[in-house]
């Protein structure tokens, strides 16, 4: 992308992590900003200093409310140039222990709200580019490097990254097929300080079982998220940077941590040669080995 002063981004999960810190670089640039979010109280915090700026409460699993925030967007700054698919949540534990509102929270957050995003704004910023030459825009969706591996003791969170890449890669290639002045960029972070550990503080009522309590395995995935995540060394603003730059590079992969993919190779040499997968603590045996007691009660 070209310019971006006097250009629209729309990010979703914008009150904090990747969201807020890529809504503060975009108001920097001068671009109109709007900011999403399920938690009102902390969107307003983290609006005070962003700039030409709207701020919108909605939850992403609902396909009317981010129809409802196309349609604000449009009608305070036309269409937007960037969308930034990003809200999403954290779950871990052993795959089958996974409730049904277990599965319809983080697939309807992290898998849906970026479908009802990429189905809502994508037609929008076709028609601005088939009625003006000079339109760019630029679709970003948050998956993870969960999205291209499978850390085990981490099921669901996998499941729906890993459909976000598919999502996205797909949506790359099909704007391809119908426009040069669309495109498209996956985000596939590693362990980053973002909050996303605490994702359960927003989870609504309805999607939790009633009188449901973690079980041993989602206790030992809350607390080694936790320990990862607030750990991280690279954080959130420089990842916003990460993205922006690959936005005006339109380049497609962004990646917090490129050592991970040697991780990744492996994973894909395992498809290609058709062996089992390989243990993925094989060069820290001693994490998977206190993992392993932990879960079988040892």
Known sequence: MKTLTGRTLVATGAASGFGLELSRLAAREG????????????????????????????????????????????????????????????????????TLKDWEWVVGVNLMGVAHGVRIFTPLMLAAAA???????????????????????????????HAVVSLSETLYQDL??????????????????????????????????????PTRSQLIAQAMSEQAVTKGKVTAAEVAGFVLDAVRERRFYVYSHPKALATVQTRLEDVMLGRNPTDPFAGKPEIGAELRRALRGG
């Open 31 to 98: 671009m109109n900003v709007v900011m999403a979010d399920v938690q009102p109280d902390a969107l307003e915090l983290a609006a005070a200093d962003v700039g030409e700026m709207m701020a919108h409460r909605l939850d992403v699993s609902k396909s009317e409310q981010v129809q409802a925030l196309a349609d604000a967007t449009v009608a305070r700054f036309g269409t937007p140039h960037v969308v930034f698919n990003n809200a999403g949540v954290g779950a871990g534990g052993l795959i089958w222990e996974h």
């Open 131 to 161: 009625r003006d030459p000079a339109y760019e825009g630029h679709i970003v969706n948050t998956a993870s490097m969960a999205g291209l591996l499978n850390a085990p003791n981490m099921g669901v969170y996998n499941v729906t990254k």
């Open 176 to 213: 391809s097929l119908v426009t040069d002045q669309v495109s498209a960029s996956v985000l596939c972070p590693f362990f980053v300080p973002t909050g996303i550990h605490l994702s359960h503080r927003n989870r609504p009522a309805e999607m939790k079982e009633a009188g449901q309590k």
